[in-house]
């Protein structure tokens, strides 16, 4: 009924930037959250940043300051824009969203849909 689509991902060398992109499709009636999540090997999956429908952004202490997410809610994408990555951001990424989707007359709610992931290497 939903899909979470994630592109942008891939190799860059420490210092640089990458911008992650997800496109929410589907039955979808509302999206509320919207957010970035990463998970690297041997770690737990962590948030990186988020954002509600009316913008407002939290950010994961470790990214404050290089990295912007942002959204457009007419078209049901979010971004991650990710500059002076460091070899810790190394990752997979996920997109993550809150989304009241249409079933038949019905309008249900799913706190928690996930994109397939995309990687994000960062090489020193």
């Known amino acids: 009924q939903v899909q979470l689509v994630e592109s942008g991902g891939g190799l860059v060398q420490a210092g640089g930037s990458l911008r992650l992109s997800c496109a929410a499709s589907?039955?979808?009636?509302?999206?509320?959250?919207m957010g970035w999540y990463r998970q690297a090997p041997g770690k737990q999956r962590e948030l990186v940043a988020a954002?509600?429908?009316?913008?407002?952004?939290n950010y994961a202490d470790s990214v404050k300051g290089r990295f912007t997410i942002s959204r457009d809610n007419a078209k049901n994408t979010v971004n991650l824009q990710m500059n002076s990555l460091k070899p810790e951001d190394t990752a997979v990424y996920y997109c993550?969203?809150?989304?009241?989707?249409?079933?038949?007359?019905?309008?249900?709610?799913?706190?928690?849909?996930w994109g397939q992931g995309t990687q994000v290497t960062v090489s020193s």
């Open positions: 954002i509600t429908s009316g913008g407002s952004t």
């Open positions: 993550n969203a809150e989304i009241k989707y249409y079933s038949g007359s019905y309008v249900l709610s799913e706190p928690d849909y």
């Open positions: 589907g039955s979808i009636f509302s999206i509320n959250r």
